[in-house]
């Protein structure tokens, strides 16, 4: 059994997401965004995000991270924004002692939906579907659910490889 806590980061708001996987089969345990206010400054912002990232960690002690990688946005300025929130979110799990594994946007659209050009639409329907007692209320919240979704399926293919290999 594995606690595993799914992260999508963002410097408005940052999803999250706890999940148990055991054997083959997935349990919601809690989920929830922090939302820094637009009125801080960025240091101020970036601190919001690790304090509330701190509590989460706290109140369930998960023994794995899984974060989405940054998106490239046509705005240099607001990828590095993400970028940062990112950086402080990533920070706060090595701290913690917490391994984190990082998966792109298109590899978590793939592994939950089976396409990796689905929409957030898409995405909450099949969050819900894997994790029916969800109570993820804002996409940001199940976008991190899906991360968690994502690093439990592919901790099953590596232990399947490395078995393989054996």
């Known amino acids: 059994m594995t606690l595993i806590l799914g992260i999508d980061p963002g410097l408005q708001h940052t999803g999250w997401g706890i999940i148990v996987s055991k054997n083959n089969s997935l349990s919601y345990i809690d989920c929830g965004t922090i939302s820094p206010s637009a009125d801080l400054r960025m240091a101020e912002r970036l601190k919001c995000l690790h304090d509330g990232l701190t509590a989460v960690i706290a109140r ?8 989405e990688e940054t998106f490239v946005n046509v705005s240099g300025s607001s990828t590095l924004k993400l970028g940062q929130a990112r950086g402080a979110l990533m920070l706060t799990l090595s701290l913690a002692g917490i391994n984190v594994s990082e998966y792109s946007a298109t590899m978590v659209k793939k592994s939950v939906v089976g396409s990796g050009h689905a929409d957030k639409k898409q995405i909450a329907m099949m969050v819900k579907t894997l994790l029916p007692a969800s109570q993820a209320k804002k996409a940001d919240a199940a976008d991190a659910l899906a991360v968690a979704i994502c690093h439990a399926h592919q901790r099953t293919v590596r232990k399947l490889t490395a078995g393989m290999k054996a």
């Open 60 to 67: 369930h002690r998960p023994e794995e991270a899984a974060v």
